[in-house]
């Protein structure tokens, strides 16, 4: 990690939004892990609509 992402960190940490790095880092990987999620869904939606739409090629 750079310096300043871990000086970003601290500041969370130092004004209450987390306990600790590893509390913040852990609620950064759920909200990864459900953005990745989110968009595969998405993505799977939309092709589903447009076969739907369109039919196969």
């Known amino acids: 990690m750079t310096r300043r992402l871990v ?3 601290d ?3 130092e004004d209450g939004w ?3 790095r590893s ?3 852990r ?5 990864a892990i ?3 999620h ?3 869904l998405e993505a799977a939606l939309k092709e589903d609509v ?3 739409l369109h039919g196969k090629d």
């Open 23 to 25: 509390e913040l880092i």
């Open 27 to 31: 609620d950064a990987v759920r909200d």
């Open 7 to 9: 000086e970003e960190m």
């Open 34 to 36: 459900r953005r990745v």
């Open 50 to 52: 447009d076969w739907g």
């Open 11 to 13: 500041e969370l940490v």
């Open 38 to 40: 989110a968009e595969r």
């Open 18 to 20: 987390y306990a600790n």
